[in-house]
């Protein structure tokens, strides 16, 4: 099994530049989560979305942020316009379905650095 | 609401030394524990999770972790610290009204040879 995978790993922009990140859940997962960890707040939720479809989006930050899952197997995390407070690592992560118990695959992150 | 506070953002052990974090919850209804584990430059993997039943719970690498509803508490310990065991460690709740993962700020753990 591959695990989650994501890219870019890292990315460094100027702001107001757009940022796309992008997100391969493990196959079979129904769930898919997107965190972002910065030293400051720790790790937050972002968006949740189950079988595709976004169930939970008040952790978003601002309308700079949006998030879509196109299919079972891809997500992406978009930033238009980026600021430099915008700096942090993104996490995607999936599980095998929405239940609380369910232990969540992190991938390894996007360091993201705007400038 | 759901809230984990994790006592100390940094701890240092020796090698060999027993390891202990301490993690603290705030739950409405019956929580759902997990503590996470991050080495550098790596996404976060679980070390083991409390859900329903047997209040000690063991999990990878040798650590465990007791649930004590009286304390509100959920501490990871393991007998005896390795250098490998050198990472962040994150404490998270949920129940079973919220899917969601609330975590807590995490604890850098040092091992000194």
């Known amino acids: 099994d591959a695990g989650v995978i994501q890219s870019p790993r890292h990315e460094v922009t100027e702001m107001g530049q757009e940022v796309t990140l992008r997100c391969k859940p493990i196959s079979g997962h129904n769930s898919l989560f997107w965190y972002r960890q910065t030293m400051m707040r720790g790790l937050e939720l972002l968006i949740y979305f189950n079988n595709n479809v976004p169930i939970d989006d008040s952790g978003m930050p601002e309308d700079r942020f949006s998030a879509k899952m196109p299919n079972a197997s891809f997500s992406t995390l978009k930033i238009q316009p980026s600021e430099p407070r915008d700096s942090a690592v993104y996490f995607c992560a999936s599980g095998r379905d929405s239940n609380p118990t369910d232990t969540q695959y992190f991938g390894p992150g996007t360091r993201l650095t705007v400038l | 609401a759901q809230s984990v506070t994790q006592l100390g953002s940094h701890v240092s052990v020796s090698e060999g030394a027993l390891v202990l974090l301490r993690c603290n919850y705030s739950s409405s209804v019956p929580p759902y524990l997990f503590w996470y584990v991050q080495y550098p430059n790596q996404g976060l993997q679980l070390l083991l999770k409390y859900t329903t039943g047997a209040t000690l719970v063991k999990g990878i690498n040798g650590f465990e972790a007791e649930f004590k509803k009286s304390e509100t508490s959920f501490h990871l310990t393991k007998p005896s610290a390795h250098m490998s065991d050198a990472a962040e460690y994150f404490c998270?709740?949920?129940?079973?009204?919220?899917?969601?993962?609330?975590f807590g700020k995490g604890t850098l753990l040092t091992v000194n040879p």
């Open positions: 998270a709740v949920s129940d079973s009204s919220n899917y969601k993962l609330t």
